[in-house]
Nanobody, 124 residues
Framework: QVQLVESGGGLVQAGGSLRLSCAAS????????MGWFRQGPGKEREFVAG????????YYADSVRGRFTIFRDNAKNTVYLQMNSLKPEDTAVYYC?????????????????WGQGTQVTVSS
């Protein structure tokens, strides 16, 4: 099993920045990719960004490319999502996820483990 714990959400004004953290523990050697997803009110959960566990490959949703950056700290088994130039439409619960799959995943069904989520609210 893998446990994921997110932190770093909060309230920020449009144009501001936040950094989310996702600490992984347990059988982390089984992880191939990590991802961030978000779910806004009345919306389906959507992919935001992903990273290969070794940190060498990253990929993003078009809606956040150029504003968000995903990266990891190998020593801490932690993945981060740096969010800049935030917009009100970025408001959502953000979830960290991990997959044992060998291929980069952009859909929730492709992930095996999930964190509890952290709320991000961007005011206009």
């Amino acid at each position: 099993q893998v446990q994921l714990v997110e932190s770093g959400g909060g309230l920020v004004q449009a144009g501001g920045s936040l950094r989310l953290s996702c600490a992984a523990s347990g059988r982390t050697f089984s992880i191939m990719y990590m991802g961030w997803f978000r779910q806004g009110p009345g919306k389906e959960r959507e992919f935001v960004a992903g990273i290969r566990w070794n940190g060498r490959t990253t990929y993003y949703a078009d809606s956040v490319r150029g504003r968000f950056t995903i990266f990891r700290d190998n020593a801490k088994n932690t993945v981060y999502l740096q969010m800049n130039s935030l917009k009100p439409e970025d408001t959502a619960v953000y979830y960290c996820a991990a997959t044992r799959g060998l291929v980069a995943q952009k859909t929730p069904v492709g992930y095996d483990y999930w964190g509890q989520g952290t709320q991000v609210t961007v005011s206009s």
